[in-house]
């Protein structure tokens, strides 16, 4: 991150657009998705209890990767670990950082994982494109700090990615998601411990908040969270996930993550 931030500073984002992009471009061939399918263009329609709800989720992501990782550090004598993603000093360099951590991913992750991913996927029904989606989501993190919290925070931008039509929804939630934590980790460093503390509880009970004003808008103006999911394809539900898991590709893949994951074990 040090090098990224102060020595390759503009180019550094550039590189990391042209490394998120990429994929999305050799997909979108490989498969021979339309652009038009791939990212549905509408205007981005429940937003704001998307937000809400992708922040309270967010915590029970967290929760349940210390559980996990509690676990195990108590039956293997090991402890998950994730990037540094420590904010640097500077005005310059924590505009980059900003960039770097909320509006890139935010675009070109949702692209891939809620674009092309999941739509070319929902021709073997909804509720399949969004649980293999938000799984391929979190073994790209490659730890196990970020993987449980993708996975949850992957299925909601992916639902709310489905239930709006549109692909700049869950951009903005991503965005909203990741700004607010790169906005905390740079208020770390110029705030004092007891501060810190203290605003890092009030996160918790504001997100934990949020998620729930985010269920009762959905709920009180939208109909809630039961919608018929469009199926899709003459496999049932385990013959598809059977048949997608043991392809040579997606072995490869997973594999690979796997191997990060216990890289990242310390």
């Known amino acids: ?85 420590s904010p640097p000093y500077g005005m310059a360099a924590t505009i980059i950082y900003m960039i770097s951590l909320s509006i890139i991913p935010a675009v070109f992750e949702e692209l891939l994982f809620r674009g092309v991913i999941l739509q070319s996927l929902r021709h073997f029904g909804d509720g399949f494109a969004l649980i293999v989606s938000s799984i391929l989501f979190a073994f790209l993190h490659g730890n196990l700090v970020q993987a449980p919290n993708a996975f949850l925070v992957g299925l909601v931008l992916g639902y709310f990615a489905l239930r709006s039509g549109s692909i700049f929804t869950p951009i903005i939630m991503h965005f909203a998601n990741n700004a607010f934590a790169a906005i905390i980790s740079v208020a770390g460093m110029y705030l004092p411990p007891e501060r810190m503390e203290l605003l890092g509880g009030a996160m918790v009970y504001s997100y934990l908040s949020l998620g729930i004003l985010g269920i009762v808008i959905m709920i009180s103006r939208h109909g809630g969270f039961i919608r018929p999911l469009r199926r899709g394809g003459s496999l049932r539900g385990w013959e598809k996930y059977t048949v997608f898991f043991t392809a040579p590709v997606a072995l490869v893949f997973i594999a690979a993550a796997s191997w990060l994951i216990i890289l990242s074990m310390e």
């Open 1 to 85: 991150m040090e090098v990224l931030f102060e020595e390759w500073g503009a180019a550094g984002i550039f590189f990391t657009v042209l490394r998120l992009f990429l994929p999305c471009l050799v997909i979108m061939w490989i498969l021979g998705v339309p652009v038009r399918a791939a990212f549905p263009v509408r205007l981005p329609r429940l937003a704001a209890p998307g937000v809400f709800c992708t922040l309270g989720m967010s915590i029970i992501g967290i929760t349940l990767a210390a559980v996990i990782g509690g676990m195990i550090q108590d039956n293997f004598g090991v402890s998950p670990t994730m990037p540094d993603f």
